[in-house]
């Protein structure tokens, strides 16, 4: 009967396992040992690292290559698809069909937002974004019908024009903006979460390496109670290396990390309250004009539209003197506007609302939303100069650390070599 | 035996690695077709304000000696409006031929603007000094108990129910409610209602009617006219029905539409006036037994109701004191 453990196999394997125990024992084992747990401990360790912040600089690349692009993009299609609804509102309370410049004003509108949804789409990350950019794009296909069915009735003078137009605009307002605003707002998460994966610490990389750290110090006090010799070389050129590229690592990601803090305080985050001041002011223009439209009762609209600027003013803070002071004028340009609405005037009313002369509400949003729109410009610039910035630093960080702790490693063992050669 | 688990294993793992790129096909997104609605469009689910006991529906107040132009008798309802300078008419913006909005000109225009107009002539001597607010039809009684309003002059049916919370002047204009439906459609009376999507704005008798219909259309409700027109011609309704006059300027606006049917019973248009106002009531009555007389009522039906055939002429006005 033949046992398992008598198999030819588990002998040998048994016999190997013994040999090796006993060969660990004498002071060539402990010097061959010591030899393969350092260099290992180094490779691993930089391997590790090298490849948390190959993970960071890939990240680093995505942002500003593909996340923040498609947020910038998302940004822009919100804006341009809330300025083709005023260019229709606008062609329509200017009185008749539309004049060759609102037209215009409305086709390149149409073509911006075209433009943007195409830079969004292609970007679009998840099944969700891209089902919602569908959903806008079947939608704003829609939407420019209606227009269209409006300006033809229009034309032959039949109310139910400002109907189309009516179902159009509420189309834009409960739909189309807000999946817009969503795509954005899911845009600009993806940035920030990118921004602090890039400025994340390579933790276990550097713990690693730490562990090298260690085991050089004790594979140096072990071989000294061994041998009774001074401190090996090999070792401690090895135990310099890593602590050198520990050094150049942390160094490296804290720089990399405070730019990455500074491009999303001054970026990111400073860009979310710029685009949530853009879709204010543009909310509180719809609520402007639609109340010209609408011809009724203004007293909740007004409500509204206090609303919206007050929370504008709040919002632009001190941050943004000019934009505030432009919001400032708008408004009173808009107090105007309803004085001339209650005492009757409505053509006085629809005339300050629409003039792009100085003090017409049209020209005062037009400057509102100019100077956010080069604010919104301008902090994306920095953003991304900072996250480039960034990725200066880490740059050659994956490629040095696996080179040093390559170097650490091989000191190691061409230090360890005479000791190992003695008993040879 | 341990081998063969390995290199099971390894093929496994390099078969895992090579097949990065999988021979099914990644997810298509599938939308459906983008549905659009007017807005505050909706199915009728709770009954629209019920018909109350019977009342002389038609009888308003005798006007008294009218004033002439420019000199109204102070104190008088109708001297805070002159000293104003304006008469505030709450009117419609969407309805063709009686209130609309002209998209040539963006002036509204139609029967019942002329009407606000001539009233507005009445006390300044100047049809021009009215201020025109557009009121939806749910709104008609709170603009004026509000005060936004002086007169609403908008398709506005005298009830019962109504006569609760507002005055009204004597009857303007007989309406009678018909159904508006596409020429090709087998609807040709209330009873063929049945079953079908019937579209009528919050607010109205017509809905009011259409809601006591037996068996009960599936009503939807919007809260303009126009936006009924919009859903009929994108297929979201198979019918309108309201007054005739409201739908021949409808059936204006789409040749492919006519009436059909019976009428579905009569509506007597007046003039809205705030409760507690009985001067500006019988100086209205008073304005309009001068347009009865002196032809304006068969000039401004003509130029906005001929289609609906020769004049009936005005209603005789009913008074209850």
Not at chain 1, 126 to 139: C, F, Y
Not at chain 1, 271 to 285: D, F, K
Not at chain 1, 358 to 380: K, M, Y
Request: charged share 20%; hydrophobic share 45%.
């Amino acid at each position: 009967m033949v046992t398992i453990a008598d198999s030819p196999r588990v002998l040998d394997a048994h016999a190997s396992r013994v040999w090796l125990r006993r060969f660990a024992r004498t002071t060539a084992g402990v010097v061959v040992l010591i030899a393969i747990v350092v260099s290992t401990a180094c490779i691993v360790g930089g391997l590790a690292t090298g490849a948390a912040l190959n993970a960071r600089i890939t990240e680093q690349r995505a942002v500003l290559e593909n996340t923040e692009p498609f947020a910038y993009a998302a940004q822009n299609l919100y804006a341009a698809l809330s300025a083709t609804d005023a260019a229709a509102a606008t062609a329509f309370l200017s009185g008749g069909s539309q004049t060759p410049l609102t037209r215009a004003r409305y086709q390149q509108a149409l073509a911006a937002a075209a433009s943007a949804l195409a830079d969004a789409t292609a970007g679009s990350p998840d099944m969700a974004t891209r089902q919602a950019l569908a959903g806008i794009s079947a939608k704003l296909a829609t939407y420019t019908g209606l227009v269209e069915a409006a300006r033809a009735n229009n034309v032959q003078g039949f109310p139910i024009g400002s109907a189309y137009l009516r179902e159009a605009s509420s189309l834009m307002q409960t739909s189309l903006l807000p999946a817009a605003a969503k795509v954005f707002t899911d845009d600009l998460a993806r940035v920030d979460e990118g921004q602090r994966e890039v400025g994340r610490p390579p933790v276990v990389g550097l713990l690693l390496l730490g562990i090298a750290v260690a085991a050089i110090v004790v594979g140096s006090v072990v071989l000294f109670r061994r041998t009774n010799r001074q401190f090996n070389i090999g070792l401690v050129v090895a135990a310099a290396v890593v602590i050198v590229a520990i050094g150049w690592v942390v160094v490296a990601t804290r720089l990399a990390a405070a730019d990455i803090e500074r491009s999303r305080v001054d970026g990111t985050a400073k860009i979310e309250q710029l685009a949530e001041a853009r879709i204010l002011a543009q909310q509180a223009r719809t609520d402007e004009t639609l109340q010209l439209i609408t011809r009724g009762n203004i007293t909740a609209s007004e409500k509204a539209f206090f609303g919206y600027t007050d929370d504008l003013l709040a919002r632009l803070g001190t941050g943004s003197p000019a934009a505030a002071a432009a919001v400032e004028s708008w408004v009173a340009g808009h107090r105007r506007q309803v004085d001339a609405y209650l005492a009757g005037d409505y053509e006085t009313a629809v005339e300050q609302a629409l003039s792009a002369e100085r003090g017409g509400s049209a020209a005062q949003f037009g400057t509102v939303e100019s100077i956010l729109r080069e604010d919104i410009e301008s902090t994306r610039a920095t953003l991304r100069v900072k996250v480039a910035d960034a990725g200066r630093y880490l740059a050659w960080t994956p490629t040095g650390t696996l080179v040093l702790t390559i170097v650490a490693a091989a000191a190691a063992v061409v230090g360890l070599w005479p000791r190992l050669k003695e008993f040879l | 035996m341990k081998t063969r688990a390995a290199v099971a294993l390894l093929t496994i793992a390099l078969t895992a690695a090579g097949c990065g790129a999988s021979a099914t096909p990644p997810p298509s997104i599938s939308l459906g077709p983008a549905v659009v609605r007017p807005a505050g469009a909706q199915g009728v689910t709770t009954p629209p304000q019920a018909t109350v006991a019977d009342c002389d529906v038609e009888a308003s107040l005798r006007p008294g000696a009218q004033p002439p132009p420019g000199d109204m008798p102070p104190g008088s309802t109708m001297a805070q409006i002159e000293k104003r300078g304006r008469l505030i008419v709450g009117v419609d913006q969407n309805t063709f031929m009686s209130g609309f909005r002209d998209p040539a000109t963006g002036q509204l225009a139609g029967f019942d603007i002329d009407l606000a107009r001539e009233i507005a002539r009445k006390i300044f001597g100047d049809p021009q000094k009215i201020e025109l607010q557009v009121v939806d039809a749910g709104q008609r009684e709170s603009a004026l108990k509000s005060g936004q309003v002086d007169l609403i002059v908008r398709t506005y049916s005298i009830t019962c129910a109504r006569k609760q919370n507002v005055d009204f002047s004597t009857v303007y204009l007989y309406a009678s409610q018909r159904i508006l439906v596409p020429k090709k459609s087998r609807i040709d009376s209330a009873a063929s209602l049945s079953g079908k999507r019937v579209c009528a704005v919050t607010g109205t008798t017509s809905l009011t009617r259409l809601y006591e219909l037996q068996p009960k259309p599936n009503l939807i409700e919007v809260t303009s006219w126009t936006d009924c027109l919009v859903m009929l011609q994108q297929a979201q309704v198979d019918a309108i029905s309201t007054d005739d006059v409201v739908l021949l300027g409808l059936a204006k606006q789409d040749p492919s539409l006519q009436m059909v049917g019976p009428s579905l019973g009569t509506e007597p248009y007046g003039v809205g006036i705030a409760k507690g106002k009985e001067d500006l009531v019988r100086f209205v009555n008073g304005a309009l037994e001068q347009m009865r007389a002196d032809g304006t009522w068969e000039r401004l039906y003509s130029t906005w109701y001929r289609p609906l055939g020769p004049s009936p002429g005005p209603p005789e006005p009913r008074y209850q004191d």
